[in-house]
């Protein structure tokens, strides 16, 4: 019969678009499944806010009966209004090693994007900043942390064939977490202190310490991110989602928050133990046993990634960014931490990469999301 193209509109059909990564990365050993009960939430509207204001699709390719590729169309009016842009997104893209099937998908979404009038069409790419970016092009063999996405090199190859060409690259640090700190890390991290005179460093042992500051911290975010690219603005209600995700993996001792004497956060880092390991073994499910694996790895990992961090524009050129780096390679190495992956920084975060590389930081992977003109 050949391949068939389907619009995912039932329960049943949804499914197998959330099941078939699992299926082509079989055997990919640095595959990291999703928790599944976040992935349902995804494409749930009670359940995610971005739904709300965003136009979606979602196709699955069908090869006598069997999901055999899938991708997602999304075009955030919201982002478009604020940047004044005429940009669609492709998401969620899985195939099989088959470029006709890639090719089709690929298609109809660039299709789909210009009958809503859109003038480019971006990606790998979801709602914001804050879901998994871009394909690998480095570091296929390196391990996969929170919040980033795998691929296959042949899908690089399938997107470029295809007509897509560069927009943007994210690079991630591997930092070596040192035994000794050198010298003159400890004499700038000593002047930066000297000149924070009214400012001061919270850290937090217990979770319910850190939820007074998650709506001041999150807030802090959409004032420091306004024109970075892909960054949407959370109002509260996508706030609280991202603190529901979040929370239960978080160690207190990896965030930091620099407040004034009002308990003001004026700073802020968040790591968290690279728990991809528990959830390749829980497959993806917290139940009945999953959130065991997961557990075990959080105490155990050698890896912080470091998911979320944020200076107020005001207060930029104090060294709060030494500060707070150093404070959590020094956690890190409390905990008998090896590395700190920087999670996906843009290539022309200079400062931020600047920083990294102070602290030994080498690039050891790399993202590229691409970007297609609509005629």
């Known amino acids: 019969m050949g391949y068939q193209i389907i619009r995912v509109q039932k329960k049943a059909d949804l499914y197998k678009f959330i099941h078939l990564p699992a299926k082509i990365h079989k055997g990919h050993k640095n595959w990291v499944p999703p928790l599944y009960s976040d992935e349902w939430a995804f494409y749930n509207s009670h359940r995610n806010r971005a739904l709300s204001y965003s136009d979606t699709i979602l196709f699955l390719v069908m090869d006598d009966g069997k999901p055999v590729g899938r991708i997602m169309g999304i075009i955030n009016r919201r982002y478009n209004e604020l940047h004044g842009e005429k940009t669609a997104r492709f998401f969620n893209l899985e195939t099989y090693q088959n470029y006709e099937v890639a090719q089709m998908l690929l298609s109809e979404v660039e299709n789909w994007a210009k009958e809503k009038g859109m003038a480019r069409l971006i990606g790998p790419m979801g ?9 690998i092009v480095e570091g296929f063999d390196e391990e996969i942390v929170l919040a980033s996405s795998c691929n296959y090199p042949y899908l690089v190859e399938f997107v470029t064939r295809y007509g897509f060409v560069k927009e943007v690259d994210l690079v991630v640090y591997k930092v070596p977490i040192p035994n000794k700190f050198p010298d003159f890390y400890l004499r700038i991290l000593e002047r930066v202190k000297t ?49 529901a995700k979040y929370l239960s993996f978080i160690d207190p001792r990896f965030l930091k928050i620099i407040v004034n004497s009002d308990y003001q956060p004026l700073a802020f880092i968040l790591g968290i133990p690279n728990i991809c390991p528990g959830i390749q073994k829980s497959k993806g499910y917290l139940f009945p046993f999953g959130f065991i694996h997961i557990l075990k790895v959080m105490r155990t990992s050698k890896v912080l990634s470091l998911l979320l961090g944020a200076i107020h524009p005001n207060y930029r050129n104090l060294g709060f960014d030494t500060w707070m780096g150093a404070e959590m390679l020094m956690e890190a190495q409390n905990a008998g931490m090896t590395t700190i992956d920087s999670h996906l920084e843009l290539e022309n975060n200079t400062k931020m990469r600047a920083e990294m590389e102070k602290m030994g930081g080498v690039v050891y992977k790399r993202y590229r999301i691409f970007q297609k003109g609509l005629q």
Do not use: C, H, W
């Open 195 to 243: 000149k924070a005179n009214g400012y001061r460093m919270l850290r937090f042992s217990k979770r319910n310490q850190i939820r007074p500051f998650i709506k001041p911290v999150l807030a802090l975010v959409n004032e420091t991110f306004p024109n970075i690219y892909g960054f949407n603005p959370m109002d509260p209600d996508e706030m609280e989602e991202l603190a």
């Open 127 to 135: 709602f914001s900043d804050k879901d998994p970016q871009g394909l």
